[in-house]
């Protein structure tokens, strides 16, 4: 039997996150210093290891590099994440590494060509927080979810710690997995999530519907996934939503 170790994650990252983080259990921010309890923090907490790329790597090698109709996208991020992912059990290194995609990903000079004019720069940041700790989040190459933390449902996590309500919060869903969608963008996606590992997919139809995104491996078994899922999602989000402070967000 594989004990995982427990051990409280400590990270700094170049940003503070907003304080408000502390109403979800197993999680205390302190400035740009986040704390988490695995044990409190995770529904389910099954591994402590994750597949990740040097982010200077990417940026280097990859995000300038354009497909050709011989090799696709996908095949460069895949044989990228072959020659240069590193496994590793260091959860902080794991943050790390996924501030820096999402603050790419979701950088405010995007804001003029996205067309919601509801969308603010500090939405910009409350997207690149949520997604940086949805990266300890895991799916199994089998298409099991190992590891599922509050993140995962999103409009219930940012209407618990952002006091969003439930119109504003399914938008900034929707901006996180659909509402940029257009081909450039998912371009830069698949390349800037070699960093961590795989390719970002949601469980998620049209709309946000709390079904989630998480970055799973290449390969990983979507039909799995999708089963594995539905069978714990409802319980879950009712008990992210109880840390609510205003219930009517």
Known sequence: MTTIDTTAITVELPEAFDPRWSRLPGIQVDGRRITIDPTEYFFRFESNTWLVADWELVTTRLLDVDETNESAVEQLALDFIKNHGESTS????????????????????????????????????????????????????????????????????????????????????E?????????????????????LGGRLVHGCQSVPDQTGGVVAPYGASMAKFRDDLAEFKASWIEQVYAHRVNPSA
């Open 90 to 173: 260091d959860a902080a290194r794991v943050l790390t590494t996924a501030y820096e995609v999402y603050a790419y990903l979701f950088r405010d000079e995007h804001l003029a060509g996205l067309g919601l004019s509801q969308i603010t720069a500090d939405h910009l940041r409350m997207l690149r927080e949520a997604a940086t700790l949805m990266a300890l989040n895991k799916v199994e190459v089998d298409g099991r979810i190992s590891n599922v933390g509050p993140c995962w449902f999103f409009p219930a996590a940012t209407s618990v710690v952002f006091d969003l309500d439930g119109e504003m919060g399914g938008m900034l869903d």
């Open 175 to 195: 901006v996180y997995h659909g509402g940029w969608f257009n081909e450039h963008r998912r371009i830069e996606s698949i390349k800037a999530h070699t960093a």
